[in-house]
């Protein structure tokens, strides 16, 4: 099955791929590796906001990293022209925006590596960091960037 | 020598590879690279926790990484059968849990970058970042990252 | 035009590369991918420090992201021997020291961004990631790494 025809299963939608908010590009491929620009929570009805263990909980950071990831493939689709060029998904680096006594990091970023496995099923499984950091671009609530092994074109 | 007989002569025990705390894996191999999981201060005696400039002082930062170090070995020899596949730590990524006036994260990272060259001689020297961070996973005092140039099997 | 040749045309001096401040290199070559170490703002009278939202306004980060640009480049020829062998710039890590309230990383890392495209045309359009922290080593207000595609030497 192709990773179009899978996504359709999943119910998912890709957005558009967001352009970069400043001098960058979004992705790169140079040796067989894709490495894609830090992704924040852009989601259909704006972008996802806020700071875990103050004015956001656990389920809404979940949210915003799923949403992260969406973005991520949304990008893979754009720089590779089709998902099935997508190897493995190699590393997932996510910081997530969060007072000094939030410690769920992981728990957030699930919200993305879960999505990875369900899309690309093994080749979706990932190395992975996951920090707090006090402050996002824009505000945002979760940023996540991806290095993805990839198919020649 | 073999890294083995190396880590015997240092008297270094390597620890269990930590599982992941969530839905990723601890490294993956492509292209030549290995990219390895964010590692916490995993001790024997459980995880080394608190924040550098509040509860934390420098030795013990230092001993974090160090540790944070032995588990990123650990994850190579899991990840790759032999340690003497390692042909070069090529960057280390760490994380240090510090107050906003601790500016000493270079030699708390030196716990882990120090054991590198120790372990693995000129094939352990390495490009590295070190930043603060406000708060890591499960209140982790040092969290390090990984990429490793590896040999074919 | 050689790459000297254009920084030269660009009234730029390279700064002497840094050593780095701990038990690390500044880069690593490893199959095609130099893996520069995180530069700070190390201007020719002195380390740039302070934080975004506090004591340190746009401008100030702006420039000191384009130092560590600065340092970035003379990391590469450093290493790579001759700047005509940078093939890409593909992928920057820009670290902001922030308050919790200033959300300019992407202005601020655009002092980067915007020299490598200046000295490098397309080859230096990249991906990035920037984020915000709370405090950087010895106080510095901006930190970038750094992953560039290299030709043979």
Redesign the interface.
């Known amino acids: 099955m192709s990773i179009d025809a899978r996504l359709s299963e999943l119910g998912i939608t890709l957005p558009q791929p967001a352009a970069?908010?400043?001098?960058?590009?979004?992705?790169?491929e140079?040796?067989?590796?894709l490495?894609?620009?830090?992704q924040i929570a852009l989601a259909p009805d704006g972008l996802m906001t806020g700071?875990l263990g103050e004015d956001r909980d656990l389920d809404y950071g979940v949210a915003a990293a799923r949403i992260c990831g969406l973005n991520l493939i949304a990008q893979m689709k754009a720089a590779l022209g089709s998902l099935d060029r997508v190897?493995?998904?190699?590393?997932?680096?996510a910081?997530i925006s969060?007072?000094?006594?939030?410690?769920?990091?992981?728990?957030v970023?699930?919200g993305a590596?879960?999505l990875m496995?369900d899309v690309f099923g093994d080749a979706g499984?990932?190395?992975?960091?996951?920090?707090?950091?006090?402050?996002?671009?824009?505000?945002a609530v979760v940023?996540i960037?991806a290095?993805v092994?990839v198919r020649p074109a």
Do not use: C, M, W
């Open positions: 970069p908010v400043a001098a960058y590009v979004p992705a790169v140079a040796n067989g590796l490495h894609i620009s830090g700071r190897e493995r998904i190699v590393k997932l680096g910081f969060s007072t000094a006594d939030f410690t769920d990091q992981p728990k970023a699930n590596s879960e496995v499984k990932h190395a992975r960091s996951a920090v707090g950091v006090p402050v996002l671009p824009l505000g940023e960037d290095i092994l």
